[in-house]
């Protein structure tokens, strides 16, 4: 039996299947279609990591290809999924809406009807910390209701999850959703804002920042995220659940640019511009439902992990 991962070649795809040789005896599947939203050579670097590993498969194919997906299932015996993979960006999202319905909607729809037809024990479907949208009550908890989400990327993951619950209830299948809050650590996805600050502060270049610097988000280690994609494959009366995945100690932006400045040792040139109406103006997870179902707790604080980071940064940069 095997997990299949979706994104298997991206930051957190990467990460969870080096945790899953070490912590578990399944055949791992890393589905990923290395398309260019970001460099791939990068996945492609990702991916090489497990060319060596006998319980690794790897499998360059599109989720949203219906024949593609009928075929792995068929060929292989999938025990469960962690989908992972998605258009991710908040920004480009507000540009290339149909591309993101199209994967993020329409490929997790096919996923969904792929299980249906090839049952598995377990559906992880990994959504984000942006279907809360404006007005959301903080912190942002999965009972309470929502505001409207801000970009097209929170609309399609909040859709991508009633596709998943409307399974769960009209076909039993076993769908948990989990709300990852602003993941970091080695591997960081290029485009993302830690990645841009880092990059500039090392070679002196300015940082953008949008707004005063008072935006807030919920920094969490992608070690946690693992720890709580692991849980969630196994653990009891999460079926049907929308579980947040954060480490509920948000950190303005001028202060991670505090904390990158104290790990490079440099300063950063920094350049005002207007704040983005796409931004939420704070991300902020309540773990409470975490807590009790996964037995959840971040273990990696914020000023450990951006050291981390930058000492991987810095290695992979030179």
């Given at each position: 039996?095997?997990?299949?991962?979706t994104?298997?070649?991206?930051f957190i795809g990467?990460h969870l299947?080096?945790r899953?040789?070490?912590?578990s005896?399944d055949?791992?599947i890393c589905?990923?279609?290395?398309?260019d939203?970001?460099?791939p050579a990068?996945?492609?670097?990702?991916?090489?990591?497990f060319d060596?590993q006998?319980?690794?498969?790897?499998?360059e194919?599109d989720?949203?290809d219906s024949n593609?997906?009928?075929?792995l299932?068929?060929?292989?015996?999938?025990?469960s999924?962690?989908?992972?993979?998605?258009?991710a960006?908040v920004?480009?999202?507000?540009?290339?809406p149909?591309?993101?319905?199209?994967?993020?909607?329409?490929?997790?729809l096919?996923?969904?009807e792929t299980v249906r037809?090839?049952?598995?024990?377990?559906f992880?479907?990994a959504?984000?910390?942006t279907?809360?949208?404006?007005g959301?009550?903080?912190?942002f908890?999965e009972d309470?209701?929502?505001g409207v989400?801000?970009?097209?990327?929170?609309?399609?993951k909040r859709?991508?999850?009633?596709?998943?619950l409307?399974?769960?209830?009209l076909?039993?299948?076993p769908v948990?959703?989990?709300r990852p809050?602003s993941?970091y650590?080695?591997?960081?996805?290029?485009?993302l804002?830690?990645t841009i600050?880092?990059k500039?502060i090392?070679?002196?270049a300015?940082i953008p920042l949008?707004g005063d610097?008072t935006?807030?988000?919920?920094?969490?280690?992608?070690?946690d995220?693992c720890?709580g994609?692991?849980?969630?494959?196994?653990?009891e009366?999460?079926?049907?659940?929308?579980?947040?995945l954060?480490?509920?100690e948000?950190i303005?932006?001028?202060g991670?640019?505090?904390l990158?400045?104290?790990?490079?040792?440099k300063?950063?040139?920094?350049?005002?511009?207007?704040?983005?109406p796409?931004?939420?103006?704070v991300?902020f997870a309540?773990?409470?439902?975490?807590?009790r179902l996964?037995?959840?707790e971040?273990q990696?604080?914020?000023e450990?992990?951006?050291r981390d980071?930058v000492?991987w940064f810095q290695s992979w940069?030179a």
């Open positions: 039996m095997a997990i299949l991962i994104g298997g070649a991206g990467s299947i080096e899953l040789l070490v912590q005896s055949d791992l589905l990923d279609n290395f398309n939203y970001y460099d990068l996945k492609r670097a990702n991916a090489a990591l060596d006998p319980r690794v498969t790897q499998i194919a989720f949203c593609a997906m009928e075929s299932f068929t060929q292989h015996q999938i025990k999924v962690v989908h992972l993979g998605a258009y960006g920004r480009v999202s507000v540009a290339q149909q591309l993101y319905q199209q994967t993020n909607v329409g490929g997790t096919n996923l969904l037809r090839h049952p598995v024990q377990r992880l479907l959504s984000s910390s279907v809360y949208g404006r959301a009550a903080i912190p908890a309470a209701p929502h989400p801000a970009s097209p990327y929170g609309a399609t859709a991508a999850e009633l596709l998943g409307t399974y769960a209830e076909h039993q299948t948990v959703c989990l809050f993941v650590g080695p591997r960081l996805r290029p485009d804002a830690l600050f880092a500039a090392h070679t002196g300015t949008f610097g935006i807030r988000r919920d920094f969490t280690h992608v070690s995220i720890d994609l692991i849980a969630a494959l196994t653990a009366n999460v079926i049907g659940e929308t579980i947040n954060g480490h509920s948000p303005e932006m001028r991670l640019i505090a990158l400045e104290n790990a490079f040792g300063k950063a040139n920094i350049e005002r511009l207007p704040e983005r796409e931004d939420l103006p991300t309540n773990l409470q439902k975490a807590q996964l037995n959840y971040p990696v604080p914020i450990v992990g951006i980071y000492a940069y």
